[in-house]
């Protein structure tokens, strides 16, 4: 999707820091300044000073369930297996206890991650020697098959909001592996479109976030505009959008859009995505429950290369408007702030 590479990768180090604020703190800034012809190893880089930091502060520790033949009873007495250590002449107590342990899921996951970069080939030796020194820290921890990782499930609370912005570094690389058919290896595969439309969402969300908070920038959850006595509403798929912007009595509802081929052709005739605009022509006159026309969407694409990107709007008779804009993420990163503030200037 991108002519010069060496911008696209600084610039996913710069939609990063506003996705996740802690990488303009302690020891992230310098980051901005190197060089990185390779996604991996600018993860390969941030892992390096967020687990740095991380040891710092402490790794994150949990109680976990533990079980084994103690000189002395803790925790539950285990009858049977003291009973056994009996009948051997051991003069142990078989016990379950609970201790607070470096081995969880949180560290398992760095640990893991970092395992999989030392044996990427884009990642660069000085950074894969940095990753091993500090994984002598971590000689307590297990690597963990990634298939049994439940991102879903995981939740941060303030003794380990520090991993937050690491374990989301580590989605992002973990979930680029195939498992291959004849080895049972893991294999790294290219970043892909979903990673970046994932963090292309959440970065400008921030960023409108950070520099416009009269507009109240959040992803909003839209009810259907329907007789909900009438209306088998239970089966109706849930509306939320990626960012909602409220300023007085109008809103915009962006839909961001992050697609190796931002327009489809049809009969020789490229057009926007029917999907896309059935769908934020249903966010916005659904939000717009009294048809007053302050309501307005926006397709907010990727630049590719294609020679012809969405570029327009549609006015409905009610008086909303659909624009279709493009950003383009391989330029300096000034001028791509400089596009996001443009885009408000005559939509809200």
Sequence with gaps: MTIDKGIFIRNIYYMLTYAFQELKQNNYEEIAGEEFDEIHDLFAEILVRGISYQLKQGLHK?????????STLKGKLDI?????????????????????SENNKFNQILKTTVQFLLKHPNVKSDRKASLKRLMLFFSNVEVIDILTINWTTMRF??????????????YFILDGMLMTTE????????????HMCRLYEKFVLEYYRKHYPELKAKA???????????????ILPIMRTDITLTFKERTLIID???YSKSMQCQFDKRTIHSNNLYQIHSYVM??????????????LYAKTEEDITPDGQTTFRDGNIIYYRTLDLNQDFENIKKQLDGFLVHSL
Excluded: A, P
């Excluded at 002449?89 to 607070?100: M, V």
């Excluded at 609370?157 to 580590?170: A, G, H, I, S």
């Excluded at 080895?183 to 979903?194: A, H, I, V």
């Design 62 to 70: 949990e109680y976990i369930s533990c079980h084994g033949s103690l």
């Design 80 to 100: 049977n297996g003291t009973i056994n250590n009996l009948m051997r002449k051991q003069q142990k107590i078989d016990c379950e206890y609970d201790e607070l």
């Design 157 to 170: 609370d303030r003794n380990c909001k520090t991993y937050q912005m690491l374990l989301y570094v580590c």
């Design 183 to 194: 080895k049972g290896t893991y294999k790294m595969r290219d970043f892909s479109d979903e």
């Design 220 to 234: 909003t959850q839209i009810d259907w505009n329907i007789d909900k006595e009438q209306s088998t509403s239970s």
């Design 256 to 258: 961001t859009k992050y």
């Design 286 to 299: 659904n939000y717009d429950v009294n048809h007053t026309g302050n309501v307005d969407g926006m397709l």
